[in-house]
Structures are given as structure tokens and as C-alpha cells.
């Protein structure tokens, strides 16, 4: 099993460098660090009395990598999360923010472990996903990774801007479901057939 800072790192890799795309709510972003996080944290990096884009630019991977694991999975309490489901509860975390515990909590209901959607790693959510993954090891984090998926579709099916994230110019798979089936076992991979079918309609 990686450590949580190899994870971290991964997730960084994943992510890339600077971007500024007019199309991504999370505006200017490095690493995967949106400038709306580095203000929430105060990291005014060149010191000139501001977080604006240029203490993005500056941002670099470690110190990306400290904000993942301190406010992306300490901060949420993903270590309480049975140790299977924590790389891609994490990875979500970082894409997603409190979204990555409401879609495991909407799949608790689902299997029979009804809970709030809150977005809150509490006692419940701990309990109940520790019982899951006992009943079924082999199942629970890609039935996680599934539903993560299933997000992102219905993510681009509600917001035309946000397609092309989900779906590349020639039709294949686009980033957010390469990045979802990272973390789900191959057998459970839609084929560019059924992707290409489930995106369709976008037209």
C-alpha cells in the first residue's frame, strides 16, 4: 500500500502544471491547487499583499503535495476510511472537494447503509463503510470508482462546458473517466463502444 505522500505525489503528477481554463469553476490552478483554495489558505507566495495567479504560477509540486495531504485528507478524515477506499476517496477529494464523500454516502444508501449526504467523514460514514468492506473487500472500491464515473457523466450532461473533460475531441475517453477507471479494476472499464454510446447525446 503507497503512503499517504506517495499518493499525494501521484495525485500531483495527475494533475500537471499551471492551467487557467476560462471553462474549470476552479480558475487558475497549479498542480491541481485552484487560486480559490491558496486564498482560503492565505498563501500570498511572492508577498505582495494578495493571492492572485502569479502565487499560483509559483507554487510548487511539495508544497502542493503538503497541501493534499493536510487539508485534502487529514483535514476530511480519510485515514478513518477503511484503507482500500482512501486512495481514491483522497483523489476525488482533491477533484472534487466534500463531493468525493457525498457520492460514497449516496452508495452506502444504495447497498443498504442509509446515510446523510453531508459530505462529512463522521461516525456513521465510518461505520458503515467499514461494514461494507467487510462484507464484500472485493468489491467496495470499485463500486466506488463506479459511481465516481457515473458523477462525472452526469456532471457533463448537466454542464456543456465541462464536456470536454469528460469526452476528447475524437470521442474517446476524456480525463475525468481516464482518471475515475484509474482506480476501478479493468474488467470494469466501459469499452470506447459503451463510452462513445453514453455520451451520444451531447451530440
Do not use: C
Not at 472534487?96 to 452508495?107: F, K, P, S, T
Not at 463503510?129 to 466506488?144: G, N
Not at 473533460?165 to 475515475?180: E, F, H, L, M, S
Request: charged residues 25%.
Amino acid at each position: 500500500m503507497q503512503s499517504v505522500r506517495e499518493i499525494a505525489e501521484a495525485i500531483v503528477a495527475r494533475e500537471g502544471g499551471y492551467v487557467d481554463d476560462p471553462d474549470d469553476p476552479g480558475g487558475a490552478t497549479n498542480f491541481g491547487v485552484t487560486i480559490h483554495t491558496m486564498r482560503k489558505l492565505g498563501l500570498d507566495l511572492n508577498r505582495d499583499g494578495r493571492v492572485d495567479a502569479a502565487d499560483v504560477r509559483a507554487l510548487t509540486r511539495s508544497q502542493a503535495t503538503d497541501i493534499f495531504v493536510t487539508h485534502y485528507f487529514e483535514g476530511p478524515g480519510i485515514a478513518r476510511l477503511p484503507e482500500v477506499l482512501q486512495p481514491t476517496v483522497f483523489d476525488m477529494y482533491v477533484n472534487a472537494g466534500a463531493n468525493a464523500v457525498r457520492i460514497l454516502q449516496r452508495l452506502m444508501a444504495k447497498i443498504g447503509y442509509p446515510l446523510a449526504v453531508d459530505g462529512v467523514i463522521g461516525p456513521k460514514t465510518i461505520a458503515a463503510t467499514r461494514e461494507a468492506h467487510a462484507a464484500a473487500p472485493d468489491l467496495i472500491t470499485d463500486a466506488y470508482g463506479i459511481e465516481r464515473r457515473n458523477y462525472y457523466y452526469r456532471l457533463a450532461d448537466q454542464r456543456p462546458a465541462s464536456r470536454k473533460y469528460a469526452r476528447r475531441r475524437d470521442g474517446g475517453k476524456g480525463g475525468w473517466i481516464v482518471r475515475a477507471e484509474a482506480f476501478i479494476s479493468p474488467k470494469y472499464h466501459l469499452t470506447e463502444a459503451e463510452h462513445r454510446a453514453r455520451v451520444a447525446k451531447w451530440g
